[in-house]
């Protein structure tokens, strides 16, 4: 079956920096656009980077632009966000996932900015 799991949270001071990843298995990695989301405390799971198959096009919502970079290694099946100049708003658990496909989410990775 699908399988997400992702590793790489920590605490951080605000303006360091943190690389996730995300091990997958279960489909054709190579084949899939990928995500990472997060949700903060109380609030809704929030879209955060995206990356197509190829790892040619990526997306960013408008408040990691510029700071997270999303890239992809299919010989490892495994994607990473990498974050820099983390700020207290970006305090929440990180999952990866692939998009439009009802796979149960993976236990997420507990990220924490505090100084």
């Known amino acids: 079956q699908v399988q997400y799991v992702e590793s790489g949270g920590g605490l951080v001071q605000p303006g360091g920096s943190l690389r996730l990843s995300c091990a997958v298995s279960g489909f054709t990695f190579s084949a899939s656009g990928m995500s990472w989301f997060r949700q903060a405390s109380g609030k809704e799971r929030e879209l955060v980077a995206a990356i197509s198959n190829t790892g040619g096009v990526t997306n960013y919502a408008h408040s990691v632009r510029g700071r997270f970079t999303i890239s992809r290694d299919d010989a490892k099946n495994t994607l990473y966000l990498q974050m820099n100049n983390l700020k207290l708003e970006d305090t929440a658990v990180y999952y990866c996932?692939?998009?439009?496909?009802?796979?149960?989410w993976g236990q997420g990775t507990v990220v924490t900015v505090s100084s």
């Open positions: 996932k692939r998009p439009r496909f009802n796979d149960d």
